[in-house]
């Protein structure tokens, strides 16, 4: 009697836990990347709307990494490939960070 081969489960399956732990690291790398972003942004003086293009600039150079991180397949990690570059843009989580640290940087190098 032949011992019967291990099938495989297939290239496309992607397990929920893998899922969220990968979704929990881009959205830590994100709120560090915002962060840092406002941190230089209040230091360099920014205002107005330029910070806010300061901001999706970060984000895109996050992203990007991330991209190139992936191997450039990025659906391999997550639900879909583009997700990485639109889906955490306006989080208010990452906003809110960015101009939390971007005020109080302003406030702490230009005010004081």
Not at 6 to 14: A, F, R, V
Not at 16 to 42: D, E
Not at 87 to 112: D, K, P, Q
């Amino acid at each position: 009697m032949a011992k019967k081969q291990p099938q495989s489960l297939g290239t496309g399956m992607l397990l929920q836990k893998n899922i969220q732990h990968n979704a929990g690291i881009v959205n830590f790398i994100g709120v560090f990347g915002a962060l840092v972003a406002g941190l230089i942004a209040g230091i360099w003086g920014v205002t107005g709307w330029g910070g806010f293009l300061y901001y999706l600039a970060m984000h895109m150079v996050v992203a990007t990494l991330l991209f190139v991180k992936t191997g450039g397949q990025p659906k391999t990690y997550f639900l879909s490939s583009g997700s990485i570059f639109y889906a955490e843009i306006l989080n208010s989580t990452l906003l809110l960070t960015f101009i939390l640290f971007w005020t109080i940087s302003h406030n702490y190098v230009h005010l004081f």
